[in-house]
């Protein structure tokens, strides 16, 4: 199978390669994946340049979040073979997403809701999972609390055309605008 592989510590540009590797196999609790989108973010930068903590010996494919089809189970995996799933990959493993198939953990993987494309659903888990943990776990939001959201827009679907992005704002005088 084809995977983008870092074969040293460096600027991405420099030190990703495209290889040729075997299709990893699933061990207990993991389940390996046809990939249909990677998501990529600040942490895969990180690890080709050898500074993110959970960087896995070199030589490694990167890769922290995917959408994708079951193709195998390992043992005690409950999932069924072609399940459309999102997920965090076993990236610290050398197994990531930038590559035709890589190995997730069973409790990592989670049906993809409708309404949401392969794209969408890759890039979810990550920022989903930040967000909580900082206004939850180590903030303390709770049910019935308020949260301002700043700087943040909504993208909107139209019927004859691209998704625009649109928020809302007050000017001094109060007055809101779009």
């Known amino acids: 199978?084809?995977?983008?592989?870092?074969?040293?510590?460096?600027?991405?540009?420099?030190?990703?390669?495209?290889?040729?590797?075997?299709?990893?196999?699933?061990?207990p609790g993991q389940v390996r994946i046809r990939v249909a989108a990677a998501g990529i973010g600040l942490p895969d930068v990180?690890?080709?340049r050898g500074t993110y903590p959970l960087t896995p010996p070199l030589p490694f494919t990167s890769g922290q979040e995917a959408t994708g089809t079951v193709t195998a189970v390992g043992?005690?995996?409950?999932?069924?073979?072609?399940?459309?799933?999102?997920?965090?990959?076993?990236f610290w493993e050398g197994h990531g997403s930038f590559a035709e198939e890589c190995l997730v953990g069973a409790d990592s993987a989670f049906e993809v809701p409708a309404g949401l494309t392969d794209a969408e659903a890759a890039g979810f888990w990550i920022p989903h999972l930040t967000a909580w943990i900082g206004l939850v776990d180590r903030g303390g939001l709770a049910a019935g609390d308020w949260l301002a959201v700043l700087g943040a827009g909504r993208w909107e679907r139209h019927r004859r055309g691209p998704a625009r992005p649109r928020a809302r704002c007050a000017s001094r005088r109060g007055r809101e605008r779009q």
């Not at 199978?1 to 590797?21: I, K, N, T, Y």
């Not at 005690?76 to 076993?90: K, Y």
Request: glycine share 8%; net charge negative.
């Open 1 to 27: 199978m084809r995977a983008w592989q870092v074969q040293d510590a460096g600027e991405p540009v420099d030190v990703l390669h495209e290889v040729e590797r075997d299709v990893p196999e699933p061990g």
């Open 46 to 48: 990180f690890m080709c």
């Open 75 to 90: 043992e005690g995996v409950d999932l069924p073979i072609g399940a459309r799933i999102m997920c965090v990959t076993t």
